[in-house]
């Protein structure tokens, strides 16, 4: 494939847009909640922020750096970069990651579709709080109705990818994402003037660092990685769809910044939302959908038609983000067969949705009929969880900044970063020094010190 045969981005605003899309998902509005929860609150989050300003913004715009040199898919970019070096593992373990990602992902893709279908045939009106909770139980363990949304929300990323990624994402992402935004603002205002919420904004702004160990930096540290859909490859592959003259710095900080703003933003609408109701916070991956079904129906309470139109819009905005990311997740892996094994695109989609959908079974019933089924103690669904998003995104962070930092030649990384020398990038030195000293020492001491070998 030469590299005008690639597709591009049409805009700056479509660049921003498709990006944010990929890191805004079920990351932000499902996951952050609950690991926030599950770390304590408002300690968890500084910490948080301290991984993406550090970590994440560096990192980012070296996977920009990768991709939009290369023009290739992860780990087509590697081996251009450093050919003939053990280099193009990093690009392998991307793509399995990507893989095992979505598998898991899909899964929880699949539950806002049920909620979509619940909130459209008024299932959630005159439900008390634990009516919500038995009903979620029982439907994530349903050995059957779980999985018909999976396959479902695959095919649907299938559907899409096959078409050609561009317009499609470009295209619906400015649409989708300031939606998600006005949608998630209502909500928030809805969120924290319910009664009881003080205690809510409190867990969120007040930092009780007693709590902090060393699995809050990892839990923080994992969480960066999986919103800003770093350490995989998939925005080093959405960069390589990118033209000369996006700016990577500019384009890293809108991302994050973007990303980061819709996470607290979700905290804002769970945490007043569980504590009104006498949720607790850590309730773990069924926050989000025992808690928000219960927002609309307390909040709008008088009015139920209201009740009924936030909750359909929520969780098709909420199907949507996660469409926006799996899109992006299941590209890394369709380019890379695509690209290096020569089959045609369609046909690399289709292994990587059958792939997943075997996969993300296995991955939905140990939440239900095959919870006995453990290795170290988690069952599948909680194991990718943990593999993914605690050690290889944050692994393969590690050797992206080792990459970009040590071993690639300083002239391409500096005319990546400035276009040439067209840019004014400020920062430069900083995000140079961060690559080649902070991120890796901090990472691997996060790393050792979860090990316990610290201590
Ligand atoms: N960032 C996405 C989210 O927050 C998930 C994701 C992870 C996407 C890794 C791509 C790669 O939902």
């Not at 999976?150 to 095919?155: A, D, G, K, N, T």
């Not at 317009?167 to 949608?183: D, N, R």
């Not at 393969?396 to 990384?413: A, E, N, P, Q, R």
């Not at 040439?420 to 020094?433: A, E, N, R």
Request: charge should be positive; hydrophobic fraction near 50%.
């Amino acid at each position: 494939m030469t590299k005008n045969d690639r597709a591009n981005f049409g805009s700056k605003l479509g660049v921003i847009l498709a990006s944010a899309g990929s890191a805004v998902g079920l990351g932000n509005i499902w996951r952050f909640p609950y690991e926030t929860g599950n770390h304590g609150g408002a300690a968890f989050i500084l910490i948080y922020l301290g991984c993406v300003i550090l970590l994440g913004l560096p990192i980012m715009i070296a996977e920009f750096l990768i991709g939009r040199h290369s023009q290739a898919n992860t780990a087509g970019a590697y081996q251009k970069l450093a050919p003939g070096t053990q280099w193009r593992w990093v690009g392998r373990m991307s793509v399995l990651t990507g893989f095992l990602i979505l598998s898991y992902y899909s899964v929880v893709a699949g539950w806002t579709l049920e909620y979509i279908f619940e909130a459209l045939t008024n299932g959630f009106a005159g439900k008390s709080p634990e009516q919500f909770i038995a009903s979620f139980q029982s439907f994530s363990s349903n050995p059957w109705r779980p999985i018909l949304w999976l396959v479902l929300f695959l095919l649907g990323t299938h559907f899409i990818i096959v078409k050609g990624v561009e317009k499609g994402i470009e295209k619906s992402s400015k649409i989708m994402m300031p939606t998600l935004f006005i949608i998630i603002l209502v909500l928030v205002v809805c969120a924290v003037s319910l009664p009881g919420a003080g205690a809510g904004i409190e867990f969120l702004l007040k930092p009780d660092f007693s709590k902090v160990d060393s699995d809050v930096f990892l839990g923080a540290m994992g969480q960066a990685f999986f919103s800003l859909s770093l350490g995989m490859g998939c925005l080093c592959t959405y960069a390589s769809y990118f033209n000369k003259k996006t700016n990577l710095t500019r384009t890293a900080l809108s991302v994050g910044v973007i990303d980061t703003f819709i996470a607290i933003l979700a905290g804002f609408i769970i945490f007043p939302a569980a504590f009104s109701v006498g949720i607790q916070p850590d309730a773990g991956p069924s926050l989000i959908f025992i808690t928000l079904p219960n927002v609309f129906q307390q909040a709008f309470s008088g009015i139920p038609i209201l009740a009924y139109i936030f909750s359909v819009m929520f969780y098709v905005l909420l199907a949507l983000a996660a469409l926006t990311s799996t899109i992006s997740i299941h590209e890394v892996v369709t380019a890379y067969l695509h690209e290096e094994f020569k089959m045609s695109r369609t046909k690399a989609a289709r292994y990587v949705t059958a792939g997943c959908i075997i996969l993300g079974i296995f991955s939905s019933l140990s939440l239900g009929v095959m919870k006995g089924y453990t290795l170290f103690g988690l069952g599948m669904f909680d194991l990718l969880d943990f593999l993914t998003a605690k050690i290889m995104l944050p692994l393969g962070g590690l050797l992206v900044s080792i990459f970009t930092g040590w071993y690639l030649d300083k002239k391409l990384v500096w005319s990546e970063i400035t276009n040439d020398g067209t840019l004014k990038v400020p920062v430069y030195k900083l995000i140079i020094f961060i690559l080649k000293y902070v991120a890796p020492i901090a990472i691997s001491v996060i790393f050792i010190n979860e090990l316990g070998l610290l201590k």
